[in-house]
T-cell receptor
Framework: AQKITQTQPGMFVQEKEAVTLDCTYD???????LFWYKQPSSGEMIFLIY??????QNATEGRYSLNFQKARKSANLVISASQLGDSAMYFC????????????FGKGTHLIIQP | DAGITQSPRHKVTETGTPVTLRCHQT?????MYWYRQDPGHGLRLIHY???????DKGEVSDGYSVSRSKTEDFLLTLESATSSQTSVYFC????????????FGSGTRLTVV
């Protein structure tokens, strides 16, 4: 079975600073995928970024990048130049194997950006 | 968004009553999922479906049943609602893309009193 661990329940960051949200994972499968989702106070789950286990380069999507360290089984999300609108819950998630049985989520990190 | 509609969006029900939540998709995806979200737990998988009449249990399936008689609809039933089933319920679909593109509905907030 797979497991996701997010060790930061909450974080306060000054606007315009870079933010790193930690995520470690555990799986015995060689093929897996890692995701980050954002959940603002309105409640919807917004896809941010994806990294496949065989991808050699770290994924990037605009201000988001995923620092993938396979040997350490970590998949940290980096947000550059944080904005007030980045305040939200952030969830790390993964599928393993064929992915048919859905995603396994971490417990989330509540990020608050301060002006 | 992404053709996923959950209904109702909010519901208050009494302990012991049956409740059915509906997830409707317009994009003909094979895989559909039901999750519940509780503070301190993230999202946890209840049941999933890999086709019409093909379903399987997730991590927290006790007290829940599902049905999928049509590709577009995935129903979650709380057979006899309990206060511990007060939660936000999310439906999701998996796309046939390289990253599977899991996409979530807007959620149903269920309160059992």
């Amino acid at each position: 079975a797979q497991k996701i661990t997010q060790t930061q329940p909450g974080m306060f960051v000054q606007e315009k600073e870079a933010v790193t949200l930690d995520c470690t994972y555990d799986t015995s499968d060689q093929s897996y995928g890692l995701f980050w989702y954002k959940q603002p106070s309105s409640g919807e789950m917004i896809f941010l970024i994806y990294q496949g286990s065989y991808d050699e380069q770290n994924a990037t999507e605009g201000r988001y990048s995923l620092n993938f360290q396979k040997a350490r089984k970590s998949a940290n999300l980096v947000i550059s130049a944080s904005q007030l609108g980045d305040s939200a819950m952030y969830f790390c998630a993964m599928y393993s194997g064929g992915g048919a049985d859905g995603l396994t989520f971490g417990k989330g990190t509540h990020l608050i950006i301060q002006p | 968004d992404a053709g996923i509609t959950q209904s109702p969006r909010h519901k208050v029900t009494e302990t012991g009553t049956p409740v059915t939540l509906r997830c409707h998709q317009t994009e003909n995806h094979r895989y559909m999922y039901w999750y519940r979200q509780d503070p301190g737990h993230g999202l946890r998988l209840i049941h999933y479906s890999y086709g019409v009449k093909d379903t399987d249990k997730g991590e927290v399936s006790d007290g829940y049943s599902v049905s999928r008689s049509k590709t577009e609809d995935f129903l979650l039933t709380l057979e006899s609602a309990t206060s511990s089933q007060t939660s936000v319920y999310f439906c999701a679909i998996r796309r046939d893309t390289s990253n599977y593109g899991y996409t979530f509905g807007s959620g149903t907030r269920l309160t059992v009193v």
